[in-house]
Every structure is written in C-alpha cells, then in structure tokens.
C-alpha cells in the first residue's frame, strides 16, 4: 500500500483564467505537490509556473506526465479537450481531478467515465459549488435536525449580471459567447450537483429558458422547477444577462432559502445564514466562512477533498459515475425546455417527457 502520508505529487496542464484558483489552493494544501504545469501556449505556462513557485512546465502532456511520473493531473482545460486527456492519464495510471463541464454532451462524458473505470484510475470531477462552506453548513443544520427532520422547499436566486453586454464575457472567458448551451451547461449545473447534495436525488424537472443577449449563442436567463425522489421541491431562478445588488455576485453566487416541517434556513449574497424556527423569530448563525480564493475558498475545499480521499482510500463526492448523475438532470432540463413538458423518471433511470 502507499504511504498515506507522503504527499501526493500532481501535475496540471491548462494555463487559463480559472487555472490560478487551483494554483493557490494547492500551494496551501500540505498533502499535495504540485511539480509541473503543461499548456499549448508554453509562455502562458512559464508566467504561472514564476508566480506559483511551480518546479518544471511542459506544452506537452504525455512528455510531461513521462518525466514526472506524478501521483495525479488536474485538468484545467475547455470541456472539448478532457476526453482525450483522460485517455492519456488512463494510459499512464495517473489518477485525475478533471475541471467541469465534463463533456461537451453527456455521452462523451459517460465514455469519459468508462475510460478511467476501465484503465483503474481515480476520477473526481472538480465540481466546487458543494464544497461551499454555506452550503456545507447548511446541509449540516438539516443532518442534525436543527430545523426539523423533512425539507419541503429549496431555493436559488442567481443574478451574476456579466451577461448583458455586446462584448459579453470576452474579458474573461470568451468563449462562453459562442457556447450553444451556456447558462445550464456552463452555470445551472454547478446548482443541480448542490441541489442533489442538499436534498438528494433529483426525480423530475420543468425547465423555461430563454436568451436575452442577443450577441451570444446560448441561453443566459431561465426558471427550472425540481422535483427530488425524497418528496421536496426545487428552484433555479437564475439570470447571467441581470444584475444583482450585492457587492460580489461571485461570492455566493445567489440567495438560498431552505423551508422544512420545522422552519427556514436562509443565505445572503454575502454569506451571512440565518434560521427561523416556525413561530420564533430570525436567529443569526455564526459559522467559518472566508473572501479568500474562490467563492468561499471552495476551490480549496474540493481539491483538499481529492488529495483526502487518495490519501484515505475512500470515494470521491463526485466521482465520475456520481456525476453522470448530475448530467442526466441537465439533459432533462434542455429535453423540457425543448418540449415544454416536464421529465420525470430521472432516480429511476427512465426519465422522459410526460405529454
């Protein structure tokens, strides 16, 4: 058996805006090593290597992963790239945390899934919205029946206002404006996977969409109602084209409201929970949150989670096979907004379009 308690040795390849966010975070993270970065553009690499004291970079990922023989890559790369990563990982037995959207459709995702199954690696899909320490308070508020044992509802308002002008997004990530799918593809699917982490298993949806932008491809606006195995219900209320009034829409990305049998938990745009107990009035709930990094340092939180459980030996929150499973409730959401119909069936396997 490995040492555990050696630390894990990584690589990366992608150079991108979102790419420093995981730089930072391994640097603070004592389990992990990172010791070379890879990108197409070699110069792009060199500058991230200089500011993120990175040993060795490459602009090629097979070279790399030979020289190095590292204990995992972290993809960091457009969604169109990952299967082919993957495969080149599965060839080396280098074990991977992968950057979402996993896939440009869910079928690529599934062989995806199946090629790191079949070669005996580790897959974690770097999903991060779950390892939000709000919604990890959260969750634990409701594990520990602090407002009462069933939830009834569960809410989402997203306004991040980077969508509505005729440059739109090309600062940042420019290709988002070409993207076909883009507000659930892109954004909406963070919130299905926390959705899931926060009320289980989703059964069915109903889902209007719609583009206001008319400069971009995708979607940037719409309403998506979920229906979770466990008997509560659901709200994506979510916008990229309106603004919000908070100060850093980025930082929780929205408000949330949790309603059970024994009453409410709320999150602000800036953190901040509350409770309310049926018949008493609001209490304030002090917890650990931090502006450093992204969103709450979740970026931090999910990679500390993949070197945990390499370490341990115990199963990735979002694995490959559990995240199929978030993938098969977005491709619901567009098969409704397409038919305007709901889909249900989705826990059990046999979703379709109830006409």
């Given amino acids: ?39 197409v553009d070699r110069e792009k690499a060199n500058v991230v290597a200089r500011k993120y004291e990175i040993a060795n970079v490459y602009d090629d990922v097979e070279a790399m992963l030979r020289a190095e023989e590292p204990d995992f890559i972290d993809i960091i790369t457009r969604p169109d790239s990952h299967l082919d990563l993957v495969r080149i990982a599965a060839e080396a037995g280098v074990d991977v945390i992968c950057q979402k959207p996993l896939a440009p459709t869910i079928d690529e995702a599934a ?11 580790r897959l ?10 709000w919604y990890r308070e959260m969750r634990g508020l409701m594990q520990r029946g602090a407002m009462g044992e069933t939830l ?3 809410s989402v308002r997203t306004r991040m206002g980077d969508g509505w002008q005729a440059d739109a997004y090309q600062a940042r990530q420019p290709y988002f404006a070409t993207m076909p799918q883009l507000l659930v593809f892109e954004t909406g699917v963070h919130f299905i996977d926390t959705f899931r982490f926060l009320a289980g298993e989703i059964d069915g949806v109903f889902a209007s969409l719609r583009r206001l932008n008319p400069n971009i491809a995708g979607e940037d606006t719409g309403m998506i109602v979920f229906e979770f195995e466990g008997g509560a219900r659901g709200l994506w209320d979510a916008s990229r084209y309106h603004e919000s009034e908070a100060k850093d829409p980025r930082y929780t990305f929205g408000e949330c409201l949790l309603e059970t049998d024994g009453g409410s938990i709320r999150l602000d745009s800036d953190g901040q929970i509350t ?23 979740c970026v ?39 038919t305007g119909m709901p ?3 989705l826990a059990t396997g046999d979703g379709h379009a109830n006409h």
């Fill in 1 to 39: 058996m490995a040492d555990s308690n050696k630390p894990k040795r990584g690589v990366a390849v992608g150079a991108g805006y979102f790419s420093h966010f995981h730089f930072d975070a391994w640097n603070r993270i004592p389990g992990a090593e990172l010791v070379a970065i890879c990108d």
């Fill in 152 to 154: 009834h509802s569960l």
């Fill in 111 to 121: 062989e995806l899934v199946n090629v790191a199954s079949a070669a005996g690696i």
């Fill in 300 to 338: 931090y939180f999910t990679q500390k989670h993949f070197i945990d459980s390499l370490c341990n030996e115990t199963p990735f929150e979002t694995s490959g096979e559990e995240y199929l499973k978030t993938l098969r409730v977005q491709a619901a959401i567009y098969q409704s907004a397409e």
């Fill in 124 to 133: 974690m899909v770097h999903e991060n919205f779950r390892f939000q320490p």
């Fill in 275 to 297: 409770t309310q107990k049926l018949g008493h009035p609001v209490q304030s709930h002090p917890y650990e949150h931090h502006r450093r990094g992204f969103a709450g340092d």
């Fill in 343 to 345: 889909v249900r069936g």
